[in-house]
């Protein structure tokens, strides 16, 4: 899968770890930046990160901020995007068998590497359930997105 991974400089520790699991698991990664711990804004980066999976560049995203807060926040204002923040399994799975979250946001100061990496791993394995009662969900989400985002 192709996976669109950005960071501030909270999460980028964070994304470098990330970043070679996924390699190592055989994902082709969109890096988006930051690469330094040097101060910057998370809406730049979860914009990039949010574009890249609205644009179709990448499959799925992946954003790091110090709480995921910001970056949910940040990623969900795109078009198409549903940026969900996960600190756990559970959520990570829902997520996406209900909700079809295609980001994922993540708190590098609030959950750890090990933790991360099962969240990833459970939420890169879920899949949009379709069921009818989450579709007609995801549906009104979407047309509530079209109505205020100009119908684009």
């Not at 790091?64 to 399994?89: E, I, Q």
């Not at 590497?113 to 890169?124: C, G, M, Q, R, T």
Request: glycine share 12%; charged share 25%.
């Amino acid at each position: 899968m192709k996976i669109a991974l950005g960071a501030d400089h909270a999460g980028y520790e964070l994304k470098a770890q990330l970043q070679k699991i996924l390699e190592s698991q055989g994902h082709a990664v969109l890096n988006q930046g930051t690469d330094s711990g040097e101060a910057v804004d998370y809406p730049d980066y979860a914009k990039k990160v949010a574009l890249a999976v609205a644009q179709g560049k990448a499959e799925r995203g992946i954003m790091v901020c110090g709480s995921g807060v910001g970056a949910s926040v940040a990623a969900n204002k795109v078009p198409g995007v549903r940026a969900g923040l996960c600190h756990d399994t559970f959520s990570a799975r829902q997520g996406v068998e209900d909700d079809d979250v295609n980001v994922l946001c993540l708190g590098a100061r609030v959950i750890g590497a090990s933790l991360a990496e099962e969240i990833v791993k459970v939420w890169l394995a879920a899949r949009f359930s379709k069921a009818e009662r989450h579709q007609r969900r995801l549906d009104k989400v979407i047309a509530i997105e079209r109505q205020y985002s100009g119908g684009k």
